[in-house]
Nanobody, 118 residues
Framework: QVQLVESGGGLVQAGESLRLSCAASTSRSIFIIMAMGWYRQAPGKQRELVALITRDGSTNVLDSVKGRFTISRDNAKNTVYLQMNNLKPEDTAVYYC??????????WGQGTQVTVSS
């Protein structure tokens, strides 16, 4: 079993920043995370990929957040971060962390609410 613990969501005003964190833990003796990503789902909308980072640090970021959001990871801590700057009301959503391990197992976090007021 893999557990993901997300933190850092909240209520902010437009233009402010938040930093999301997602830490993975497991009792497995072998646990190597390949891709780590952040997704979001706004009310009435499909869940969408916000940013993805591979084990070697390659990233893929949603066009609408490029230049404002930065994804990073700490492989030693099995943790992924999403720095969100200049937040906009349209960024309001539940943000989910997802990790894929070397055995092709996928695990989702419980989600953290991000609300941006205008």
């Amino acid at each position: 079993q893999v557990q993901l613990v997300e933190s850092g969501g909240g209520l902010v005003q437009a233009g402010e920043s938040l930093r999301l964190s997602c830490a993975a833990s497991t009792s497995r003796s072998i646990f190597i995370i390949m891709a780590m990503g952040w997704y979001r789902q706004a009310p009435g909308k499909q869940r969408e990929l916000v940013a993805l980072i591979t084990r070697d640090g390659s990233t893929n970021v949603l066009d609408s957040v490029k230049g404002r959001f930065t994804i990073s990871r700490d492989n030693a801590k099995n943790t992924v971060y999403l720095q969100m700057n200049n937040l906009k009301p349209e960024d309001t959503a539940v943000y989910y962390c997802k990790v894929d391990d070397i055995l092709r197992n996928t695990c989702w976090g419980q989600g953290t609410q991000v609300t941006v007021s205008s």
